[in-house]
């Protein structure tokens, strides 16, 4: 076994590749170092017939992943985006990569599971969820857009949903993320052992037959309950028309999200709302990611994604400034000023290997 310190622990046990996301203190915040890691293991176990399947879990009993390790990104803002652009871009492909395993990829996302960590995840071809699981896509929060290929599902969900999901960052119990086609199945904490070890037994039988003979009925989704309230309120073609129609539901849920919506940047809600619905015309999860990166390099170049890391987690005080401060202030360009291709030098591409 790796010494305890490694960010990431990769091994093998019986037919199952195992990475365990090991910064349990930070929730298992995903660093830079760990993207190259993990990225590094996934191609290697490709090639290698003893690997039958691969298993992604964190370590702790927090979570599996709590996002992507912001603060750093935050504190090379005084050297330009170059940081910020090579951890995006290798994080992206490797959230392709997962997207397009060729071996069974089966991620327990039990615990907390946002931002980067749902890029690790959701992608694989088995997720795992648990009555302790919290998905989110937050980054609204932060002066960002949901990426790690997050356009890509929110635009796949049932009706609204999505749109409702990226603008709010509203999290997801376990019912809520099958619902939002998040996660697949649900097994509880107490059986996850149980999991664990059929998938690495070599004669344990199909990961798939595997999962489902312990797979449990969940509770009903309240997301699916909401379905009516969330379709008829942000199905707007724009965020003025969504809050729009949440001020008109006199409800205690329509005047929450209104609420939520208002402490989100402008900039990042406009941004959001089309890329969703661009990721609805796109042919894959690299184009998505491809469009995603775009929006994130630009926010972070034009200081909204560090005001709002500055605001939530360096300096805490919750009053970020965003520019503009206002929806109605937002430049009407500012949308496919920010969809638009990079230089062509500057443009994610990816890798044979990463596809």
Known sequence: MPPATEEVLVRCDGRAGRITLNRPN???????????????ALVDWKGDPSVQVVLLDGAGDRGLCAGGDVRSLYESRTQGSGYARTFWRDEYRLNALIGRYPKPCVALQDGIVMGGGIGLSAHARHRVVTERSR????ETGIGLIPDV?????????????????????????????????????????????AL???????????????????AETPATSELADRGVDIDQ??????????????????SEWAAKAAATLAQKSPKSLKLTLAAIRNARQLRSLE???R?????????????????????????????????????ADVPRDLVERYLAPLPELEELIFEGHDR
Request: hydrophobic share 45%.
């Open 26 to 40: 930070a929730l298992n915040a995903l660093t830079h170092a760990m993207v190259g890691r993990i990225r590094e």
């Open 135 to 138: 998905l989110a896509m937050p």
């Open 149 to 193: 290929g997050g356009t890509w599902l929110l635009a796949r969900t049932p009706g609204a949903a999505g749109v409702y999901l990226g603008l709010t960052g509203e999290s997801m119990g376990a019912t809520d993320a099958i619902h939002a086609r998040f996660a697949d199945t649900y097994i509880s904490f107490a059986r996850l052992p």
């Open 196 to 214: 664990v070890e059929r998938l690495c037994d070599s004669k344990g039988g199909a990961v798939g037959t595997i999962i489902a003979g312990l």
């Open 233 to 250: 309120t942000f199905a707007g073609e724009t965020i003025e028309a969504i809050i729009d129609a949440l001020d008109r539901r006199p």
């Open 287 to 289: 184009d998505a990611l």
């Open 291 to 327: 469009v995603e990166y775009r929006l994130t390099v630009r926010l972070f170049d034009d200081g909204e994604f560090l005001e709002g890391v500055r605001a939530l987690i360096v300096d805490k005080d919750r009053r970020p400034k965003w520019s503009p401060s206002n929806l």
